[in-house]
């Protein structure tokens, strides 16, 4: 169990997961970590830190990914996945699967929270406001391209940016996706080629380059 | 990415470059300084419920809730019988008390009315 928790919480943090390993119940406590995630999730709700832990390895940094997408700011992402994580701990036993994975819901609650922030910071800004206002024809560098592709999805409304954030970079199913979004899997197909629309629009000058660019 | 996501209106051509784009995002990974705050959760917020839950999980568990509430269904029971005697007597004390209380109403109601209710009440 240590060395598969490693990778997440590093060295500095190998103290704090030694106190909870516990060497009667390590083979258990690996079996857990094995399992599958409706499993951990019934044992998280019953209080056992080992199955949180393995949850969290499992989906902090997909969380991360998925909130800095929809807020892009990592720092604010990182605030909304320690209060998803946090919720995880304390909640996980009023979680009723009915059908959804345990992952769809830790996405639906960082979602909510990322709403709420959106929301709180100011009113959602359409695509028409800002459209092509950041293009240019000048090839650039890696980095530059991520950052017009990035700014790109910013600009986006943003339940197209969040069907964009779970189906292309979390691989998520539009079925999974709707549960996320709070809506029909015909619906996030319809937002996800909205928003791949106006990619295409807004970073037309990307392909007027050449298709080699990227 | 899924086919099923594709937009009908772009060429093949424009949604295969379009994923490209959209994979030239650079990585997130989450801060070293996030994972240990997430690590340390269950540290820093005890679950409130978490004993009871603990107590679910002990083997018995519920036999012995139950074996507890008969232990005192009959703990009540025996006492209660206990007094049975007791409340007896109190319910004699009682009956001899409300006695006196009517004694001590007409007594009230002579000094009051300065006669007696009963005849002025008499049709």
């Known amino acids: 169990m240590l060395h598969a928790l490693t990778p997440l919480f590093g060295t500095d943090a190998l103290p704090v997961v030694l106190a909870h390993a516990g060497g009667a119940s390590r083979r258990g406590t690996d079996a857990l970590v094995a399992g599958d995630d409706e499993a951990l999730m019934l044992h998280v709700g019953k209080g056992d830190p080992a199955a949180y832990r393995a949850l969290a390895e499992r989906y902090l940094a997909g969380i991360v990914r998925y909130a800095t997408r929809m807020l892009g700011d ?3 992402a990182e605030d909304v996945a320690q209060e998803t994580f946090l919720r995880l701990w304390r909640d996980a036993g009023r979680y009723e699967a009915r059908g959804h994975k345990p ?18 910071r100011r009113p959602e800004t359409e695509i028409d406001e800002q459209h092509g206002s950041d293009r240019t024809s000048a090839p650039m560098a890696d980095k530059e391209l991520s950052a017009q592709v990035a700014a790109a999805l910013a600009r986006l409304p943003e339940r197209q940016r969040a069907a964009i954030a779970l189906v292309h970079y979390e691989e998520k199913s539009l079925e999974e996706a709707g549960i996320v979004l709070g809506c029909a899997a015909g619906a996030v197909e319809s937002l ?4 791949r629309r106006s990619l295409r629009e807004q970073l037309a000058a990307f392909y007027r380059d050449g298709a080699s660019n990227p | 990415m899924s086919d099923q996501s594709r937009d009908p209106k772009l060429t093949d051509a424009e949604e295969q470059w379009l994923d490209r784009m959209l994979d030239t995002a650079a990585p997130i990974e989450p801060s070293a300084a996030l994972r240990r705050v997430v690590a340390e959760i269950p540290l820093r917020h005890p679950r409130p419920h978490g004993a009871a839950e603990r107590g679910f999980a002990l083997p018995g568990y519920v036999m012995g809730l139950g074996l507890i509430a008969a232990l005192a269904a009959l703990s009540v029971g025996a006492w209660v019988g206990s007094q049975a005697g007791v409340l007896a007597d109190v319910a004699v004390v009682d009956d001899a008390d ?19 209710l009963d005849e002025e009440l008499a049709p």
């Open chain 1, 74 to 76: 990592q720092a604010e």
């Open chain 1, 103 to 120: 992952s769809t819901w830790l996405y639906r609650v960082a979602h909510n929270l990322c709403i709420d922030r959106l929301r709180a």
């Open chain 1, 192 to 195: 996800l080629a909205r928003g």
């Open chain 2, 98 to 116: 409300a006695g006196q209380v009517d004694a001590a109403w007409e007594e009230l109601a002579v000094l009051a009315f300065a006669d007696e």
